[in-house]
C-alpha cells in the first residue's frame, strides 16, 4: 500500500518531474510474470528512477547497513528503504549470502519484478565492472528472464558523498530480455555460473556504453582507501 501511494501520488511524480526521465526499449519489459532486471549502478538515487518509470511493482536487494541504523535518522532510513520496495541483504558470504538468495527467489517466485546491480556496489568511477554470480544462481533457480537495464546520467546527478542530487534530466534504457534456459540444471556449476553473470555484464556493457573492467568494483575501492589511508599516515609521520 505505502509503495503505491509513494509511486502514484507523492515520490513517484516528484521524481518524474524533476528528472524528467526518458526511456528506450520499453518494448522490452515483460508485461507480466517473473523478471530480473539486471541494472548498472552508478548512483544512490538509481533505485528511485527505475520504479518510477516502470509500471509494475520491482524489488530491490539492498544492502542490510541501510536497516540496522539507530535513532530517528535510522527508524527513517528503514522505513523509506522498505516503503520503496528494498530488500534488507546481508553482503558477508556463506550462509547469509545463501539468505539473500532465497530473498531474492520469493520475489520472483511471486511473479514479481526483482532489481538487481551485478556489481554488487555502486561503480566508484562510472565504469562497468565485473558482475557476481549472485545474479545468475537466482536467473536459473527461479527460471526467469533477465533484462539488462542501463541507467544514463544519474552519476551526473548525484555522486557518491553527494548528498544533495542536482535536477538534470537521465535516461533508462532497456535491453533485450535475455534467455538462459539452456543451462538449467546447471545451478550449481561455478563455471556456468560465471559463463552466464558474464554475458549479462557483456549485454550491460552494450546498453549502456560503459567501460567495462574486468575485476570487481570492491577491489577497486578497497584499494583507493588503502591508498588513501597511507597518504594520511604518511602526512602524520613527522619527517627527519
Do not use: C
Request: no cysteine; aromatic share 10%; hydrophobic share 40%.
Amino acid at each position: 500500500m505505502t509503495y503505491w501511494l509513494l509511486k502514484n501520488f507523492l515520490l513517484g511524480p516528484l521524481i518524474l518531474t524533476l528528472f524528467r526521465p526518458w526511456v528506450v526499449g520499453r518494448e522490452h519489459v515483460p508485461a507480466k510474470g517473473p523478471v530480473i532486471f539486471a541494472s548498472n549502478h552508478i548512483s544512490f538515487i538509481d533505485s528511485v528512477i527505475l520504479p518510477a518509470v516502470l509500471d509494475r511493482r520491482i524489488s530491490f536487494l539492498a544492502k542490510s547497513d541501510y536497516f540496522t541504523g539507530r535513532g530517528l535518522k535510522g527508524w527513517a532510513t528503514k522505513t523509506f528503504f522498505n516503503a520503496i520496495g528494498q530488500l534488507p541483504i546481508d553482503r558477508s558470504g556463506g550462509k547469509a549470502s545463501e539468505a539473500s538468495l532465497r530473498t531474492g527467489l520469493q520475489v520472483l517466485a511471486r511473479g514479481e519484478q526483482l532489481g538487481i546491480y551485478p556489481e554488487g556496489t555502486r561503480s566508484p568511477d562510472g565504469k562497468l565492472y565485473r558482475g557476481r554470480t549472485g545474479i545468475a544462481r537466482m536467473i536459473l533457480e527461479g527460471r526467469v528472464t533477465v533484462v539488462p537495464v542501463a541507467m544514463i546520467g544519474t552519476r551526473e546527478v548525484q555522486q557518491i558523498g553527494q548528498k544533495f542530487p542536482k535536477f538534470k534530466r537521465v535516461g533508462v534504457v532497456f535491453g533485450k530480455p535475455l534467455d538462459f534456459s539452456r543451462f538449467e540444471g546447471f545451478e550449481t556449476d561455478r563455471f556456468i555460473l560465471r559463463s552466464v553473470t558474464d554475458e549479462v555484464m557483456h549485454e550491460l556493457a552494450g546498453v549502456s556504453r560503459q567501460e567495462y573492467v574486468d575485476v570487481y568494483a570492491t577491489s577497486v575501492k578497497e584499494r583507493a582507501s588503502s591508498a588513501r589511508e597511507q597518504v594520511m599516515k604518511d602526512r602524520r609521520t613527522p619527517t627527519a
